[in-house]
């Protein structure tokens, strides 16, 4: 299945289709952050993720944006192309912020 059709632009999306909404990095997109999303997909149906840049991503905008798309819990991938984001429903920001510095500090101790 070809996902990239999942990612718009927020200037371009319908906000009369608007699913679920929950934003955040996914710099990069963990096991945890999987788990969070099809939870709350499980509760809420499909969702909208509005992804966010960091200030020092790890990965590129379209890497994360085409991770993100594969996951079948996620209807939509909104980039913003400076539109402000549309309120969402669970922020993971600063969960993100966490886990990622949890994430680099690790992969800094396995390479010693």
């Known amino acids: 299945m ?7 632009k927020q200037s371009v999306w319908n906000p009369t ?4 909404v929950v934003s955040g990095y996914f710099d990069p997109l963990l ?3 999987v788990e969070r999303l099809e939870a709350l997909a499980t509760e ?3 969702l909208t ?3 966010l840049d960091p200030a020092d991503a790890v990965l ?6 085409a991770v993100v798309a594969g996951l079948t819990c996620v209807d939509t ?4 192309d400076g539109q402000p984001a549309p309120e969402a429903r669970l922020q993971l920001e600063l969960e993100d912020a966490v886990l990622r ?12």
């Open 49 to 51: 993720v509005v992804l």
């Open 31 to 33: 096991a945890l952050h």
């Open 60 to 65: 590129s905008t379209d890497a994360r944006a």
């Open 44 to 46: 809420l149906g499909p």
């Open 17 to 20: 289709t608007l699913k679920p």
């Open 101 to 112: 510095a949890g994430f680099l500090q690790h992969v800094v101790d396995r390479q010693g």
């Open 2 to 8: 070809d996902t990239r059709s999942k990612i718009v």
């Open 77 to 80: 991938v909104l980039l913003s």
